[in-house]
């Protein structure tokens, strides 16, 4: 959708001697900084979370001596969830960088 909506923006590069690999790279880091934000905000929002769900009283009588609900703080899943927000990032900018990199100014300034 952002390339429809930057159809104006990517002929203007291109016009001006942006080759295909520079709007593609142009592309690729908006969207990587924009998972990067994003990731930051979800991790520290998740375990934001996690501290309020584990002071949550858990009374059970299958299972004494568990006072409140059991959270798990291993760095390894927050790891695994910054990975997984580059990685979908990464792909979500990937293709519609690709195809603005295959855009003709031409085309794009003759249809307005």
Request: glycine share 8%; aromatic share 14%; proline share 5%.
């Amino acid at each position: 959708m952002m390339i429809y909506e930057k159809m104006d923006s990517i002929a203007i590069l291109k016009a001006t001697g942006f080759a295909g690999r520079d709007v593609k790279t142009i592309f690729l880091f908006i969207s990587l900084s924009i998972g990067i934000a994003g990731g930051l905000l979800g991790l520290l929002f998740g375990f934001i979370l996690s501290v309020i769900i584990d002071q949550i009283p858990f009374v059970t009588a299958s299972l004494p001596t568990v006072t409140s609900y059991p959270v798990n703080y291993n760095p390894v899943y927050y790891i695994i969830a910054a990975g997984f927000s580059l990685a979908t990032t990464f792909f979500a900018g990937f293709f519609p960088a690709k195809k603005a990199s295959k855009v003709d100014p031409v085309v794009i300034i003759r249809g307005k």
